[in-house]
């Protein structure tokens, strides 16, 4: 199990900071969730950056095999 915390944007539309999910791909743990705004988490998916247990990626395919933590990082200003 991997978990998976968000911050801003992602979030507001997720409704959660954190959870614990599974799958063999940061895509195919994001997909299995269940957030409050749908559509917004949907087109913030494209934009986010990932960090993987501290390295950052762009690719939703990176594996979760031996991953403990994974930040949904949106774009936004300031940092």
């Known amino acids: 199990m991997t978990t998976i915390r968000f911050f801003a ?3 507001a539309a997720v ?8 799958g063999p791909t940061i895509e195919a743990a994001l997909g299995a969730i269940d957030v409050v705004d ?3 988490w949907s ?5 986010c950056s990932y960090l ?5 990626t762009r690719d939703r395919s990176t ?3 031996g991953v403990e933590v994974v930040d949904v990082m949106p774009p936004f200003a300031g940092g």
């Open 15 to 22: 409704g959660v900071d954190s959870l614990t999910a599974s």
């Open 38 to 40: 749908p559509a917004r």
């Open 52 to 56: 993987v247990d501290g390295v950052t």
């Open 9 to 11: 944007a992602a979030r």
């Open 43 to 47: 087109a913030l998916q494209e934009r």
């Open 63 to 65: 594996s979760l095999d």
